[in-house]
């Protein structure tokens, strides 16, 4: 079942700007994963938290993570044009049956305008 | 990482025939996923594919419509089967990565299936 809810379902920017996606999710975590997805192709993993971690970089990507509230943040700075894509978060729930198993968020639609 | 290599990339079909997706990864991994996403909408687990024994599938999916193979540590098989239009959708099949990777999956590039 799908536990992710993402906002905004679409954001539209200029280059330059800052985007910033919100993931929140419904039952405990191992960790909490955010990927990227050029028109419908095959997803690229762009960065993990760990439910004991609150907040990641990487690059231009900033992730948080909230499991008090069950949330997730992902902030891509300074953004590019060629950072137009869908993006989503994927949480890998706790417990033993569920390694290797995530479950995907609706997605983020970004834009960014040159 | 892993280098996946799936097809067909895309195929267009008719109602009632089936369709088989073939995942190839360049390195041995002991659990395979096939995902579906539908137009628009964020990616479903089908199954999970282990070498040597029988997937497992998610509740909604079926072994009769939906049946895998999982020959070896590096190939599987996905199988649509008695396809009608709401089989339209883009398959995907990924595996975990090894080592340090092991918690992050690694996709391919997907098969766009369109069914008349």
């Known amino acids: 079942s799908q536990q992710g809810e993402e906002d905004p379902q679409a954001l539209s920017i200029q280059e330059g700007e800052n985007a910033t996606m919100n993931c929140s999710y419904k039952?405990?975590?191992?960790?909490l994963q955010w990927y990227r997805q050029n028109s419908g192709r095959g997803l690229v993993h762009l960065i993990l938290i760990r439910s004991n971690e609150r907040e990641k970089h990487s690059g231009r990507l900033r992730v948080t993570l909230d499991t008090s509230k069950k949330s997730s943040s992902l902030l891509i700075t300074a953004s590019r044009a060629a950072d137009t894509a869908s993006y989503f978060c994927a949480t890998e729930n706790a417990g033993g049956t569920s390694y290797g198993k995530l479950t995907f968020g609706q997605g983020t639609i970004l834009t960014v305008h040159p | 990482s892993a280098v996946i290599s799936q097809k067909p990339s895309r195929d267009i079909c008719q109602r009632g025939t089936s369709l088989t997706i073939q995942c190839q990864v360049d390195s041995q991994v002991t659990m395979m996923f096939w995902y579906r996403q539908q137009p628009g909408q964020s990616l479903t687990l089908i199954a999970t594919?282990?070498?040597?024994?029988?997937?497992?599938?998610e509740s909604g999916f079926v072994i009769d419509k939906f049946p895998i193979s999982r020959p070896n540590l590096t190939f599987s098989t996905l199988t649509v089967s008695n396809m009608s239009p709401e089989d339209s959708s883009i398959y995907l099949c990924?595996?975990?990565?090894?080592?340090?990777?092991?918690?992050?999956?690694?996709f391919g590039s997907g098969t766009q299936l369109s069914v008349l």
């Open positions: 039952t405990s975590i191992n960790n």
């Open positions: 990924s595996v975990s990565g090894q080592g340090r990777t092991n918690e992050k999956l690694f």
């Open positions: 594919a282990n070498q040597g024994s029988e997937a497992t599938y």
